[in-house]
């Protein structure tokens, strides 16, 4: 089984090509992977690094490298990262003993570092599909090595592995910081439960004191605030709920209501495992591209970040909020794509799934559905056809038409359409309900993303302000005359998932498993 090898999409055409990357995010159970000699890090090509063959060169040289070696490899951990792994006790009893010097224990020592880059370059599972066109990323753990002449260039090494971007650093921080806490504060039991409506401000809740505990361990209560006494929830512990309250994508009214009380008794070590979970995922996406665009939406936070080269990917030129696909029905899949146009005023062709299971009843409680809903029957040729309510469930049952909707108000894809073609047909669009947007659990589409800032987006992803300014882009959504307006560089787009992640500030943000993707991560990786 291979660990990942990924690349941003390809400036290719038809095929396999509007879809480089494809993440399968379910632990691999078989073979299925692509076999490859030519991959530095595949399990066989690390394995090899084990047998005895010519010297280790960055072992050999300086005084003690061993001992520096052994130390880094102890500090795995701070990656989220095993040490057990890589045989750390058992190498440095060796180390201590008559084999410390031999051949066979340098190349084990070797094998275990070679494995530790690879593992923070390309992570550590390995998933049951790889796509072919994605090649490798140039990465190759023993040309780094042998570059090595003290501790120092060792240190660079594992340094120049871990992703090139800035939200890795910033959970690895707050990784740390949470196994501080939870050092500080071993135990971390529920806290008491609320009644229907929540704690508002003033009101007497027998859990005060040990909810300003946490909140002050937390950093969301400033450390010098006033004791609680008394039992009473206090405006000032309501404004410290707030800030938990937004960091975990609830709404943040500071009234102490289940969701909130839940939120704070997660245990630490679920959360120590979440982050160490972002820091794996991470390291399955690609380099970040030197030149152009990237559009990045984080399914379980219901958040889109739109990034520009030239800022080195350190803030977003966008933010704003999506809606995504429903959990436990049409869940929207994980993959990296390519957005290569725009289609204003859009029209829907409606998916087959949705055709047979919504539209197809609708149609027969109702005769005048499609006209209601400025739907029309469209034949294999792409022509517009003419028929009565009879004759359209005909059609569509047989499979000789489909249904597709006009642009329009009532268009469920609003004004513009964001096309990144995959097989899948996920896009991003704008909608018509925006009101959506206002929700706090937002997986409400049937897969695709809809975005609540189509027009800037738009903007943003057309860069081009002389041809395409706000106000042309604002015209060409508003003016309902269908227009496709291919992009002048394909930009990629990454559907990702994190349950954890820390924004600019450092604060440390929380969502919800909403697909229930981290529990069997979390058991491959032994993480709890």
């Known amino acids: 089984m291979l660990f990942p090898r990924l690349t941003w999409p390809a400036k290719a055409h038809g095929g396999a090509g509007h879809l480089v990357l494809l993440f399968l995010l379910q632990a691999a159970t078989g073979s299925g ?21 010519s010297a280790v060169p960055w072992l050999s040289g300086a005084h ?18 095993d040490a057990r792994r890589y045989q750390v006790e058992q190498l440095t009893q060796r180390l201590a003993g008559p084999d410390g010097q031999s051949a066979a224990f340098m190349h084990d020592l070797n094998g275990a570092m070679v494995q530790y ?12 599909s790889r796509v072919a066109a994605a090649p490798d990323t140039g990465f190759d753990p023993r040309q780094r090595l042998a570059t090595v002449q003290d501790a120092q260039g060792l240190a660079q090494a594992i340094d120049g592995a871990v992703p090139a971007i800035p939200l890795y650093g910033r959970v690895k921080a707050t990784l740390a910081q949470y196994r501080a806490l939870s050092k500080m504060a071993p135990a971390w039991p529920a806290l008491p439960p609320v009644a229907r409506g929540g704690i508002h401000a003033g009101e007497p809740y027998a859990g005060a004191s040990a909810l300003a505990e946490r909140l002050r361990l937390l950093g969301d209560l400033d450390a010098g605030s006033s004791p609680v006494s008394d039992g009473i929830y206090t405006p000032e512990l309501a404004g410290a709920v707030r800030r938990v309250q937004s960091r975990h994508g609830l709404d943040d009214d500071g009234v102490l209501g289940a969701a909130t009380v839940t939120a704070l008794s997660v245990p630490l070590t679920h959360r120590i495992a979440q982050l160490a979970l972002t820091l794996e995922r991470l390291r399955w996406l690609p380099p970040p591209p030197a030149h152009g665009r990237v559009v990045a939406v984080n399914v379980p936070t219901y958040r889109l970040w739109a990034f520009d080269a030239r800022d080195n990917f350190a803030n977003p030129a966008l933010e704003m909020r999506v809606i995504v696909g429903a959990r436990g029905r049409t869940p929207t899949p994980l993959f990296i794509g390519a957005m290569r146009y725009l289609e204003f005023a859009p029209y829907w062709n409606v998916p087959a799934s949705i055709q047979k299971n919504e539209i197809l009843p609708k149609l027969t409680r109702n005769p005048a559905y499609l006209q209601q809903n400025d739907m029309e029957l469209v034949g294999p040729d792409g022509r517009v056809l003419q028929a009565g309510a009879g004759a359209a469930l005909s059609q569509l049952r047989a499979g000789s038409a489909r249904v597709r909707q006009r642009p329009g108000p009532r268009n469920v894809l609003g004004d513009v359409k964001f096309a990144l073609p ?3 047909n996920i896009y991003l669009h704008s909608t018509s309900a925006r009101e959506l947007f206002k ?55 990454v559907l990702f998932y994190a349950t954890a992640l820390v924004d600019r500030e450092g604060r440390a943000l929380f969502a919800p498993d909403i697909y229930g993707r981290d529990d069997a991560l979390i058991a491959a990786l032994q993480l709890e």
Do not use: Y
């Open 64 to 81: 003690g490298m061993a001992t520096q070696a052994l130390q880094l490899l102890r500090a795995a951990s701070e990656h989220g990262l």
């Open 33 to 53: 992977a692509l076999a490859s000699d030519a991959l530095p890090c595949a399990p066989e090509a690390v394995q090899a690094d084990h047998l005895p063959s």
């Open 117 to 128: 880059l690879c593992d923070l370059h390309s992570g550590r599972a390995a998933w049951a």
């Open 422 to 424: 995959n097989p899948m």
């Open 439 to 493: 929700r706090t659990h937002r997986d409400l589409s049937h897969g695709c993303i809809r975005v609540e800032q189509p027009a800037e987006l738009a903007q943003f992803v057309l860069a081009d302000p002389q041809q395409w300014s706000a106000q042309q882009v604002a015209a060409a959504m508003s003016g309902g005359k269908n227009r496709t307006v291919t992009l002048p560089a394909p930009v990629p787009v």
